[in-house]
């Protein structure tokens, strides 16, 4: 074991720089040399990758993105494709692949696994929405974004006497709309997993203006289905590599809903690509220095077809196919804490 390689798949985060450096100072403490692929799959797919020195990787743990690059390239298109990748992970003496990402990614990295290279792979997506792990990198990050984007609607909201509505990523799990809308205080709570009751959410903003809180602030999540047409908003229907559409426009097919129904000045956002970017948090820097280590450590043991994920305070390996494939949705335990602001319960009890 001597060369390992190294790469970030799929939607970049804030964190995965955080992984970076933790796999380069394992790698170093076992003797490892560590090659950087560039752009992903992409990058693999045309035999780019680069030895890192520790010049690279100084201090990157709190650098956003990923100073390696990334793509949605879907290896697993096309089985020319998987061979070259395959024979370039020989051409470049590769003894093991560390691979990054969410279920595209890791779905690609099982393919390769079973097609005999050595993978391990690690969580990362702000969706939260991979089984098994806990938390996936970048999440409690982008959580900071919202309720920081939240907290600042809040007050132009409030002064304008507004019902605004703040959409937010997640694809079809709605974990970042719950946890960041919690955080960030939003009246309503809107999640793919839980079917939108549109007289409901009048009924609220209502009830909120007659008991003297004239604005309402509404988190909607990008994968939420608009009930009166029962279809979920796309930004555009051309298809990545993964056949993923583009999820976007909810926030404005409710504003136009809520205005017509309630009379309601209404204005809505789309908090888009920030919530992807900036300084990890220091969860974030703690939990990706955390799984790079553990990656290595399974490297040593060639325990390989594993993925690293979060269980409580530990970070422990399971297989990589009950990883990938399935989405993990928002469980309905959870549900009840959708309206945790609404302010009616407390209007209720005083
Ligand atoms: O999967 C992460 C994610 O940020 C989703 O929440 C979002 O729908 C998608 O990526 C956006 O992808 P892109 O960066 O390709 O626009």
Redesign the pocket.
């Known amino acids: 074991m001597r060369r390992v390689g190294i790469l970030t798949g ?2 970049d ?1 804030p964190g995965l720089n955080a992984v970076i450096q933790g796999v380069f100072v394992r790698a170093c403490q076992y003797g490892y040399e560590v090659y950087g692929v560039e752009d992903g799959y992409k990058g693999l797919l045309y035999g780019k990758a680069r030895k890192l020195t520790p010049k690279d990787i100084e201090d990157i743990y709190w650098l956003g993105g990923t100073i390696l690059g990334t793509s ?1 390239k879907n290896p697993a298109k096309s089985q020319e494709e998987l061979k070259t990748i395959i024979e370039n992970v020989k051409k470049l003496r590769l003894d093991a692949l560390i691979t990054i990402g ?1 279920d595209d990614t890791l779905g690609a990295a099982k393919k390769l696994y079973d097609m005999g290279i050595p993978v391990v792979g690690v969580p990362k ?3 939260n929405d991979l089984p098994l792990t806990d938390y996936s990198i970048g999440f409690w990050t982008a959580i900071e974004t919202i309720a920081d984007a939240l907290g600042k609607l809040h007050t132009t909201a409030r002064s304008h006497k507004r019902v605004m509505i703040a959409e937010i ?3 079809y799990a709605g974990w ?1 709309t719950l946890m960041g809308g919690l955080a960030g205080g939003a009246h309503i709570i809107l999640i793919p997993e839980k079917p939108v009751d549109i007289d409901e959410v009048c009924r609220i903003i209502k009830q909120r203006r007659e008991r003297g809180e004239p604005y309402t602030l509404i988190a909607v999540a ?2 939420v289905m608009v009930p009166t047409t029962g279809e979920i908003v796309t930004a555009s229907t051309e298809k ?1 590599e993964f056949g ?1 559409v ?3 426009g909810v926030s404005k097919v409710l504003e136009e809903e809520i205005k017509k129904r309630t009379g309601e000045e209404v204005r809505s956002v789309v908090l888009g ?1 920030i ?2 970017g900036g300084i990890p948090s220091a969860y974030d820097r703690v939990l990706g220095i955390r799984l790079g280590f553990k990656a290595v450590d399974l490297v040593k043991e060639q325990k390989f077809g594993y993925v690293v994920v979060v269980k409580g305070v530990d970070i422990i390996p399971v297989k990589i196919d009950e990883v990938v494939g399935t989405i993990r949705k928002v469980p309905s335990e959870l549900h009840e804490f959708t309206d945790v602001f609404t302010g009616l319960t407390v209007n209720h009890k005083s």
């Open positions: 799929g939607g985060c949605r969410g997506t702000i969706d990523m997640g694809r970042l990008e994968g990545d993923h583009r999820l976007g690509h919530q992807r």
